[in-house]
């Protein structure tokens, strides 16, 4: 079952040694669209933004999902010097099975930021929602991706191809990722 509180749950600020994931915000616009390019989003649904507007149009219809209980987005920062790192997502929150959804800027991969985000989401959703387990979708070819929701116990339980909006196919493979046991990650 989801949340039985749902109506009470608030989006809260996530903390942790290397990041800071705050509500996604119009604030941010200007920072994430030189980010949001088609190097970051080749192995996702959505296509690169083409415009300031499309990056507003997306942060508003995040924050309608956020009042409708459905998503919660965050903005990732790099702790130490408050850098613009990517956005982070728990989706369909309100279900029995939450998905985790991720990107950072090209020139911050390979440097953990990604899984301590998903960490921090897994912790934090874990002790606030009560999912039977939490979706982690990941193209194939996405190697560095893969291994975070190894990380937290997830496996492989489908696979499947989808067309993103750019038009490539991407050939998903699905983890489901345990709750993490008194709200702690692995």
């Given at each position: 079952?989801?949340?039985?509180?749902?109506?009470?749950?608030?989006?809260?600020?996530?903390?942790?040694?290397?990041?800071?994931?705050?509500?996604?915000?119009?604030?941010?616009?200007?920072?994430?669209?030189?980010?949001?390019?088609?190097?970051?989003?080749?192995?996702?649904?959505?296509?690169?933004?083409?415009?300031?507007?499309?990056?507003?149009?997306?942060?508003?219809?995040?924050?309608?999902?956020?009042?409708?209980?459905?998503?919660?987005?965050?903005?990732?920062?790099r702790k130490r010097d408050s850098l613009f790192l990517g956005v982070a997502g728990i989706h369909e929150i309100n279900t029995n099975t939450p998905v985790f959804g991720i990107w950072?800027?090209?020139?911050?991969?390979?440097?953990?930021?990604?899984?301590?985000?998903?960490?921090?989401?897994?912790?934090?959703?874990?002790?606030?929602?009560?999912?039977?387990?939490?979706?982690?979708?990941?193209?194939?070819?996405?190697?560095?991706?893969?291994?975070?929701?190894?990380?937290?116990?997830?496996?492989?339980?489908?696979?499947y191809s989808k067309e993103n909006l750019s038009g490539r196919t991407l050939n998903i493979l699905e983890y489901h990722i345990p709750p993490a046991r008194s709200g702690h990650s692995?």
């Amino acid at each position: 079952m989801p949340y039985a509180g749902f109506g009470m749950l608030v989006q809260e600020q996530i903390e942790t040694e290397s990041v800071l994931l705050t509500p996604l915000s119009l604030n941010d616009a200007e920072e994430m669209f030189p980010q949001f390019t088609e190097a970051v989003t080749i192995y996702m649904v959505p296509k690169a933004a083409e415009s300031m507007k499309d990056i507003a149009e997306f942060i508003e219809k995040s924050i309608q999902q956020t009042k409708e209980g459905t998503d919660f987005l965050y903005t990732i920062r790099r702790k130490r010097d408050s850098l613009f790192l990517g956005v982070a997502g728990i989706h369909e929150i309100n279900t029995n099975t939450p998905v985790f959804g991720i990107w950072l800027r090209e020139d911050q991969h390979g440097n953990g930021y990604g899984k301590a985000t998903i960490h921090a989401l897994h912790r934090w959703a874990s002790s606030h929602l009560n999912p039977e387990y939490f979706i982690y979708p990941v193209d194939q070819k996405n190697t560095a991706s893969l291994r975070i929701p190894e990380s937290l116990g997830g496996t492989v339980e489908a696979a499947y191809s989808k067309e993103n909006l750019s038009g490539r196919t991407l050939n998903i493979l699905e983890y489901h990722i345990p709750p993490a046991r008194s709200g702690h990650s692995a």
